[in-house]
């Protein structure tokens, strides 16, 4: 029996002939040591061996699907119409939970947030290269009026967002291909608080996703700048600046 007061934690996943991860991410979410939770994945039609991947996982998964889709924002809006959590946090296929109990030591700060009114909730990420090593731990304290202004937003995969907050600015903007993520937090973030918990790494993320590759940086510059100017924001910051150079060093080097 899971206590009255313990909120409940969807996690959602979005893969795409991911089979090489995926695996790996299903693990380490059904060995989650925190049991009130509930996981969906949405796939956009993979060809590789994810679908067997699912339907052998499918006692851990409580909805998934396979379904051409418009991207990763139109799959986790997809999700969201089946999410029943009081807490949400997003995935990719090549995202994984860092150890197996990150989410019951996530929640004692969930409980604080939420008596105070706060709504987004998140650790450190840490970057791993293909081979498993880690390049790069990050996430750093939110302080409201500087980190909006230089772009320090917390990391996506380590974030957990309270419900409302989809109820309250709507879903993902489609529109955007690659920064969908940041622009949402962007709406909540310009006039609500965020809490950071520094001594948990939340998930483990592989280079080499959508928003890592060297070949969609111009387009990342577009619609960074373009999420910014629809907030009434800077249109390019420092911070911006040293993660895109972050891109080509990461590309080049490694």
């Known amino acids: 029996m899971i206590p009255m007061n313990l909120p409940k934690i969807t996690i959602i996943v979005a893969v ?22 509930e996981l969906i994945v949405m796939d956009g039609g993979s060809t590789d061996e994810s679908i067997k991947i699912l339907e052998d996982n499918a006692q851990v998964i409580t909805y998934w699907e396979s379904r051409t889709d418009r991207g990763i924002y139109h799959a986790w809006n997809k999700a969201l119409s089946h999410a029943t959590g009081d807490w949400i946090i997003f995935l990719g296929s090549d995202d994984f939970f860092w150890k197996e109990d990150v989410l019951e030591k996530m929640v004692p700060s969930l409980l604080t ?15 791993i ?24 937003i917390p990391p ?31 709406r909540e973030l310009k006039t609500r608080e965020a809490m950071f918990v520094p001594e948990i ?52 080097f490694h």
């Open 129 to 152: 290269n293909k081979m498993g090593e880690v390049q790069n731990v990050l996430g750093m304290q939110w302080k409201k009026k500087k980190s909006i202004s230089s772009d320090q």
């Open 113 to 127: 947030a939420e008596a105070s009114n706060i709504r987004l909730v998140y650790g450190k990420i840490a970057f």
């Open 16 to 37: 795409f002939n991911g089979a090489a991860t995926l695996q790996r991410c299903l693990k380490r979410i059904a060995s989650q040591s925190y049991d009130n939770k």
């Open 156 to 186: 996506h995969p380590g974030l957990l967002h309270h419900v409302n907050i989809f109820r309250d600015h709507g879903r993902f903007d489609e529109t955007f291909r690659i920064v969908g993520d940041y622009e949402l937090l962007l």
């Open 201 to 252: 790494i939340v998930a483990g993320v592989q280079s080499g996703g959508v928003s890592c590759n060297i070949r969609n940086l111009l387009q990342i510059i577009n619609e960074d700048i373009s999420a910014r100017r629809k907030h009434g924001l800077n249109l390019i910051t420092t911070r911006a600046l040293r993660y895109y150079a972050g891109l080509l060093y990461n590309s080049f």
